[in-house]
C-alpha cells in the first residue's frame, strides 16, 4: 500500500513490537506525530524535557530487555537527546531514537532548528543513519531495530528529513526475524573448560553481558555446578540473587570486603560479559596478576581491552554458558566455603550501621512490593543503594553505570515503571535530583506510581567525599546552600511528599510512602535527612588493588 | 606494551557519505596516532578501500582493527604487515627552478624516475610514484632548490598474488591472532 513516511514509521515501529514511546513534539516531527495520533495504537509518554524522554526509553529497555524508543524534534529537541543517548551507549542499552530534522531544501543552510544530529551522535552510537529518500525509510528503521538489539547492545540514532515523512511511497509489511547470538566456536570452549576445571580457587564475575543475554538461570546453573563464588559489577546487579550463600555482594572501587577477600585470594576469575571497566579494575595491570583470566564477551574488542586474558572467547554469555555448562565438573569446595562464609561475615561485621541512609536503604529494600525495579541517580546514594538494596533478579535495577549520568534517575524510572507496570524505587541524591527533578511532572501526569527517597544532606555527596579525601577537605563548590522544600515541591507539582528527619521512625515512613504512592497511584517523595558527613566505604582507590581497600576514613 | 612500529592497515568500507568521518572520529576518540589514510572507490562502486598507516604497538593495532570491524560501514579490515605487499604514493612538488637549475633537476628526476609535469619561468612541478622511502629520498635531494608546495597521497597497498582483502574470511584477523589461537 501506498503510505507517507510518517505513517510507515509508525507501521515499521508496530512491526518491531513497540508499545510506549516517550518523547517530545516540535516543527519537524509534526508530521509524525499526526499519524501517532491517527495510528493510536501506540502509548507516548510526554516527558518534560527531551533528555527525560531519552532516559525513560532506557529505562524501558532495562527493565523489558526490548529496545526503548524516544522521539525529539530537529536542533534542541535532538541535541537534548545526546545525554541520554550517551548514557545507553556506555551501558550497551538498546534504544531507537528518532528525530525529525529539517527538509532537504533546508539542509546545510543553518535553518531554524537545525543540527547535525548524526554527525554529533556518531561517537555515541552503534550506528546512525540521516534518511532522505522516503523509499529507505522502511528499511533504515528496520535495521536500526537490528542493530540496537544484535551483539553488544546499543542505542542507533535515526535522523528523518521532514519531506520524508510527507512524501508517499509504497509500504510493505515485514516481520522481523528474531536476532540469533552467533553459535559458540567449540575448539576454544574445550581450553576454557580445562581451565575452569583445572582451577582450585575459582571467581565468577558478572557484568551487565549476563543480564542483557537473559542468562541469570544459566549463571545459576554454573556457579551451582563449580560451587564457585560469584561477584558482581554494578551492571550485573540482579544477576544472581543477593540470598544465594555464593553471592559476595558487588565489585569494584565500593565493592564489598567478601569480593576483595575472594578476588585476591582466588586463582581463576572467570569475567563473563563485563569490560573491566576503570571502577573494576582500578588498576588494569596488576588488576588480575598471576591468576588465569577467562573473559568472555560478546564484543570482541573487549577481549584484551583493559585487563589481558588468558583465554577468551567472542560470544552470546548465554549462548557461551549453554556450550560451557555440560563440559564442567562438579566441585564441592567445602573449605573454600568456609572462607566465602568468614569473608561474608566479616563483611557483615564491618558494615557501618550508623549511617542512616544505609538504614533507610535497607529497609526500603524489605519494605518495597515484590517486582518493584530499583532505579538510582548518581553518586553516593547511587553506591550505597548499589552495597545495601538487595536487588534479587535481573531487570530490577537501572543505574547510570558507565557514563555516571547525574540526572538519569527521574527520567528512567518513568520508563521502568511503565516497562514492568509496577511501583519502581528511585533513590537520588538533592545534587541529582535538581538536575531533572522536572520529570516529577511527568510522573504525576501519568500517574505513576512511584517512590522517590531522596537522600537529602545539602552537599555534592561523592565529590565532596573525594575532596576530603584526595583535595585536604577543600570544599569547593559542593555545598548546596539550597533552601528548597521537597516536600511542597512534591505537592506544588501534585504528588506526595513526606519528611523523614533524624529522629523519625523509617520503618513507619516508607510504609506511609508504599502505601500512598499505591494507592493514589501518584510518585511519593519521602525527603530522607541524611548528614553531609557520611562516606561510601569501603574503597579502593584509582589506581590500587583488591588488598588496599579502605574500610573507615580516620577523620570521617 | 611492545615497541612501536608502523603497521598497514586495509579496509573496505560502503561508500557512504560521513564513512571518513567515522573512521577518523574513532581515530581521534581512541587516540590512534594514524600516519596517512588515503581513501576512494573500487572496482564496485558502493565500496570504497581504505589504507591506513598506524604508528603504535601491536596493542593499539589490535584494538584499530577490532573497533573498525566492529562499524557498520566496514566490511572487512586487517593488517597488512604480514603480507608481501605493493606500496605506492604519489607525490606532486612544486619546487623553485630558476633556468639554471633546470637541467641539475631533471637529472636528479631521470635517477629517480620522476617526472616533470609543469613548467614555468621560475618553478617546476615534479611527479614521482614509489613505495613512502623512495619519496622521502627524492624529496631530500630536491629539497635544497626550494620547495614552493606540495602534495602526498598517502600510501596504498595491495597483496602480492591472489591475496584479496575481499575474500579474506575473517580478514587478515588469522594473521594477527597467531599468538591468540
Redesign the interface.
Known sequence: MILSGADILINCLLEQGVDTIFGYPGGTVLDIYDALYRSGKIDHVLTAHEQGAAHAADGYARVTGKTGVCFATSGPGATNLVTGIATAFMDSIPLVAITGNVGINFLGRDSFQEIDI??IT??IT??NFIIKDVRELADTVRRAFK?AGSGRKGPVLVDILKDVQVAKCEYTPAVPQKIKPAPVPPEKLEDIAKAVNASKKPIIIAGGGVIAANAAPLLKELYTKLDCPVTYTLMGKGAIPETDPLCLGMIGMHGTIATARALTEADTVIALGTRFSDRVALNRDKFAQNKVVIHIDV???E???NVKSTL?LMADVGEALKSLLPLVDQKQRKDRRVKIEAFKKENDAKKDTSIRAYKILSEASRLAPEGSPLVTDVGQHQMWAAQHYAVNSPRLFCSSGGLGTMGYGMGAAIGAAFGTGKMPVLVTGDGCFGMNMNEMITAVSRNVPMVILLMHNGVLGMVRQWQKIFYSRRFSQTDLKRSIDYVKFAESVGARGVRLGERDDISETLKYAFERAQKESLPVLVDCEISADENVLPMIKPGQTYDMQIETLEDG | MSEEKKYTIGALVYNKSGVLTRITGLFTRRGYNIESISACTTEDPEVSRMTIILKGDEYILYQLIKQMDKMEDVIKVGCANELDCVYRELLLVKVHAAPEMRSQIIQINEIYKAKTVDLSPETMILEITGDPEKLDAFLKVIEPYGILEMQRTGVTALARGKHTLKDRDGGEYKILDKNAD
Open positions: 548524526t554527525g556518531i561517537p552503534k550506528h542493530i564484543d570482541e574488542a577481549i584484551d581491552k577468551h
